[in-house]
């Protein structure tokens, strides 16, 4: 099962927002609608932002968003913050049964 | 609050065996599958395994297939990962990861214990 494609790095200023794309294949993320979003700071345990494609869990900012078209997922970020630096990696299930993740994605925010 | 403790890493010598656990606690442990993730020094996440709520069904990455086995107790709310016939390339941080209801995804994480493959 080969990685999902992301971005290595995007860069945006504070206030803006910023989209970080992940595309698979028919076999994964155009196959179903679980794909989800992490965000991992340096030495930290990564946190779920987004489940099934466009859920939030509680207690994540509604600044994150996310949405699907084909076998291309999208996080998309508003008015960012100096917190939102971070890696970001997307993840979905795949007809095998397993799971894989994108190769991540580093968020600067200038 | 819903709380993973990893623990059983170290340094381990080419071709040998390792077993890791992660001690669950805070939600009822046998409502939920349950995952392993790694993660290189440097690298991405890397999904390992996962183990079904019941136990009964269990998958694991092409990677460590034939090499690694997931299981549960669900009596010690405990998981672990056999890691037999180890590589260097195994070395990483271990993340057990509870998988939210119906969600196909990981809902919380462990802090991670870190497994070293080296001679």
């Not at chain 1, 200023?13 to 179903?32: A, E, K, L, N, R």
């Not at chain 1, 084909?70 to 049964?97: K, P």
């Not at chain 2, 990861?97 to 070293?116: C, E, H, K, N, P």
Request: charged share 15%; net charge positive.
């Amino acid at each position: 099962q080969s990685a999902l494609a992301q971005p290595a790095s995007v860069s945006e200023s504070p206030g803006q927002s910023i989209t970080i794309s992940c595309t698979g294949t028919s076999s994964d993320v155009g196959g179903y609608n679980h794909v989800s979003w992490y965000q991992q700071h340096p030495g930290k345990a990564p946190k779920l932002m987004i489940w099934g494609v466009s859920n939030r869990p509680s207690g994540v900012s509604g600044r994150f968003s996310g949405s699907k078209s084909g076998n291309t997922a999208s996080l998309t970020i508003s008015g960012l913050q100096a917190e939102d630096e971070a890696d970001y990696y997307c993840s979905s299930f795949t007809t095998s049964s397993t799971w894989v993740f994108g190769g991540g994605t580093k968020l600067t925010v200038l | 609050q819903v709380q993973l403790v990893e623990s059983g890493g170290g340094v381990v010598q080419p071709g040998r065996s390792l077993r890791i656990s992660c001690a669950a606690s805070g939600f009822t442990f046998t409502r939920h599958a349950m995952h392993w993730v790694r993660q290189a020094p440097g690298k991405g996440l890397e999904w390992v395994a996962v183990i079904t709520y019941d136990g009964r069904n269990k998958w694991h990455a092409d990677s460590v297939k034939g090499r690694f086995t997931i299981s549960r107790d669900d009596s010690k709310n405990t998981l672990y990962l056999q890691m037999n016939s180890l590589r260097p390339e195994d070395t990483a941080v271990y993340y057990c990861g509870r998988d939210g209801s119906g969600w196909w995804a990981v809902d919380y994480w462990g802090q991670g214990t870190l497994v070293t493959v080296s001679s």
